[in-house]
């Protein structure tokens, strides 16, 4: 296929988490509102004289630092952003949000906090509470928090206008963002794909990391690019994807992981985590019946998909989730990763990995990972392994 326009654009600026989109952003006057967690409502971080940015690490040394406070048992993922806050990689921020999604990323920000990272003066840490179970008592926390601890903060610190009305301009630009990268996500069902897995993340990251306003002109040029987009011929595809799989699991922001899935012959056709589309990119459907901000931490209690939360709903639905996402893009495996020493995956790895197989009958390739891949020879050969076996179940099945 021919590359994309904006590719090489949108892959530079995921180089620095201090990119120039952020720079020409506070040049404007907008503050930059930090984030570690997809349960801070990404909506409420974008409203007028505001823009979010996901925390992340990229090119990634040693973590001598962040071990240094954390241990080496904890997940590298905390790790590397507290490194990199020490570094003081994060003085572009202008306040940083952090849930109780788990005790590493508590305990990340908050040794952030102890040591006094960021020089600002006026600079602000805030967190959240989250529920456990997603229902109408975990609802009613949620937007207690949401409202005391994401919109209080905000005005009081910023001025920041966080009426309905300018909830609901917010939800409106979210939602033509996340408009345009679920229509690029559909391409994905393709037989033969217009856009590869790696391609998909790297659009999709950036707008995990960007002003949502700076960047959507390209990704809306790059949607109608992916239109007119002639795919790859059959015989070019089957030499080079020998296998569908979905990705599921825990934080994955390094683009070299998909890519180096796709070298080893298995296209990612979808994605089930952190930094991912599903659910990170559904729109907000809004009604004139209940205030906006009660919809819009409805949306995400009750989409998430992390295994924290413990109701049985949750804990079935997350596996018949995957399944039905296995389904609609046509997967024919699924491959489980889990972050080295993140305890929620790891625990959900486990069952999932079992539900998939024994009850869904799907294969499944099951695999801890360190944060940054590269080049990891170890999961480049389990993954040349996966796509053998689930040729040889083809060829077995048809001989059946």
Not at 20 to 42: M, T
Not at 147 to 157: D, M, V
Not at 162 to 174: G, I, N, P, T, Y
Not at 377 to 397: D, L, N, Y
Request: aromatic letters at 10%.
């Amino acid at each position: 296929m021919k590359d994309l326009k904006h590719l090489y654009y949108f892959e530079k600026l995921l180089d620095d988490a201090n990119n120039e989109l952020v720079r020409e952003a506070q040049a404007q006057g907008k503050k930059c509102v930090g984030s570690v967690c997809y349960q801070i409502p990404e909506v409420l971080l974008n409203l007028d004289g505001l823009f979010s940015v996901r925390l992340r690490a990229p090119r990634s040394g040693s973590l001598e630092m962040g071990t240094y406070y954390m241990t080496s048992f904890l997940c590298e993922y905390t790790r590397a952003l507290l490194e990199r806050a020490i570094e003081g990689g994060y003085q572009f921020l202008d306040c940083l949000l952090a849930p109780d999604g788990c005790t590493m990323i508590n305990r990340c920000v908050e040794n952030m906090e102890l040591l006094k990272v960021n020089e600002k003066e006026n600079f602000f840490y805030r967190y959240l509470e989250v529920p456990m179970k997603a229902d109408e008592n975990g609802l009613s926390l949620y937007v207690s928090e949401c409202r005391k601890k994401i919109l209080g903060a905000l005005q009081e610190n910023f001025g920041t206008d966080v009426s309905d009305d300018a909830l609901r301009k917010a939800v409106e630009r979210f939602n033509r963002l996340c408009h345009v990268i679920t229509e690029i996500g559909e391409f994905r069902k393709e037989e033969f794909p217009r856009i590869t897995g790696h391609e998909f993340h790297v659009l999709c990251m950036a707008s995990y990391v960007c002003p949502h306003d700076l960047i959507i002109d390209k990704l809306e040029e790059t949607l109608e690019e992916i239109k007119t987009r002639v795919p790859d011929s059959p015989k070019d595809f089957k030499k080079k994807y020998r296998a569908r799989v979905v990705m599921v699991g825990s934080e994955v922001d390094d683009v070299d992981m998909i890519k180096l899935v796709e070298d080893s012959g298995a296209l990612v056709v979808a994605d089930r985590f952190c930094f991912g589309s599903l659910p990170g990119r559904q729109e907000i459907v809004l009604n004139d019946e209940e205030d906006v901000l009660t919809q819009i931490c409805r949306q995400y209690l009750m989409a998430c998909m992390c295994p924290r939360h413990m109701n049985l709903e949750k804990v079935l639905g997350r596996k018949k989730n995957v399944s039905e996402i296995a389904k609609e893009y046509h997967a024919d495996g699924i491959i489980y990763e889990q972050m080295k020493f993140c305890d929620p995956w790891a625990y959900e790895r486990m069952t999932g990995t079992f539900a998939l197989r024994e009850e869904y009958h799907y294969p499944v390739l099951s695999i801890d990972r360190p944060y940054s891949v590269g080049s990891s020879g170890q999961i480049r050969t389990r993954v040349q392994a996966f796509v053998e076996s689930m040729e040889i179940k083809k060829i077995q099945g048809g001989k059946k």
